[in-house]
C-alpha cells in the first residue's frame, strides 16, 4: 500500500493513524484468543472442583444414609452397646466392615458417629486446594487490560525530505551513451543515404 501527502505534518498523522489502527486490530485479536483460552481453563477447574464437592457431599450423604438405618435397626433390636456374641471359648467379634451389621455397634455408638459426621466439616482433597489456588491466581488475569504496542514505525517524517531523484554521475552516463548511439546512428543514415544517392 503506498500513500501520499502534501506536507510531513500530514504524512506522520496518516502514518501514526495507520499504525495505531493496526495495533488495535492486533491487540484486539491477541485479546479475545487469550480470553478464551483463560475462560475454557477457568471453567475446566471449576466443573473439576464441583465435581469434587459433588462427590464428596453424596458419600457424606450416603454414609449418613446407612448410620441411620443401622442406628434404627439397633433401636429395633434393643442393643445399645456394643454387642459380642458369645462362643463355647469367650466372646467372638462379630465382623462390622459389612454394613449390613453394622447395626451391631449399638445404638449409643452409631448416635455418635452421625452427630460427628453431621457436625464435622467436608474434608477435602489436596487437589481441591490445588484448584482453588490455581482459580485465585486465573481469576484476576481476566480483568487484566492489554497496552502493547506490536507495530511502530521507524523514521518520523520531517520538513527537510529529499525526493527521489537519480544521481548527477547516473544521468551523466546515460547522456553519454545516448548520445554515442544517437551518433552512431546518425554517421550510419547518413552513410546509407550517401551510399544510395552514389549507386
Known amino acids: 500500500m503506498r500513500v501520499s501527502a502534501d506536507n510531513p505534518q500530514t504524512a506522520l498523522a496518516l502514518l501514526s493513524d ?5 495495533n488495535d486490530q492486533v491487540i484486539a485479536q491477541d485479546e479475545a484468543e487469550f480470553q478464551n483460552n483463560l475462560q475454557a481453563m477457568i471453567l475446566a477447574r471449576q466443573k473439576e472442583q464441583q465435581d ?11 454414609q449418613l444414609a446407612n448410620l441411620t438405618r443401622s442406628r434404627s435397626t439397633a433401636q429395633r433390636a434393643g442393643i445399645t452397646d456394643y454387642y459380642a456374641n458369645s462362643a463355647s471359648n469367650g466372646g467372638t467379634k462379630i465382623e462390622l466392615a ?3 451389621h453394622k447395626y451391631m455397634l449399638g445404638e449409643n455408638f452409631l448416635s455418635a458417629e452421625i452427630n460427628s459426621l453431621t457436625e464435622s466439616p467436608i474434608v477435602y482433597p489436596v487437589r481441591y486446594h490445588d484448584i482453588c489456588r490455581e482459580l485465585s491466581l486465573l481469576a ?11 507495530y511502530r514505525y521507524q523514521l518520523t517524517p520531517g520538513e527537510h525530505v529529499k525526493k527521489d531523484r537519480p ?5 551523466l552516463v546515460l547522456g553519454v551513451l545516448l548520445g554515442g548511439m544517437l551518433g552512431i546512428a546518425t554517421v550510419l543514415v547518413t ?8 549507386g
Open 140 to 150: 484476576p488475569l481476566l480483568q487484566q487490560q492489554v497496552t502493547a504496542q506490536v
Open 52 to 62: 469434587i464437592e459433588f462427590s464428596l457431599q453424596a458419600d457424606r450423604t450416603n
Open 18 to 22: 495507520y499504525v495505531d489502527r493496526i
Open 191 to 198: 552513410d546509407s543515404i550517401a551510399r544510395y544517392r552514389r
Open 167 to 171: 544521481k548527477k554521475a547516473l544521468i
Open 98 to 100: 459389612n454394613s449390613v
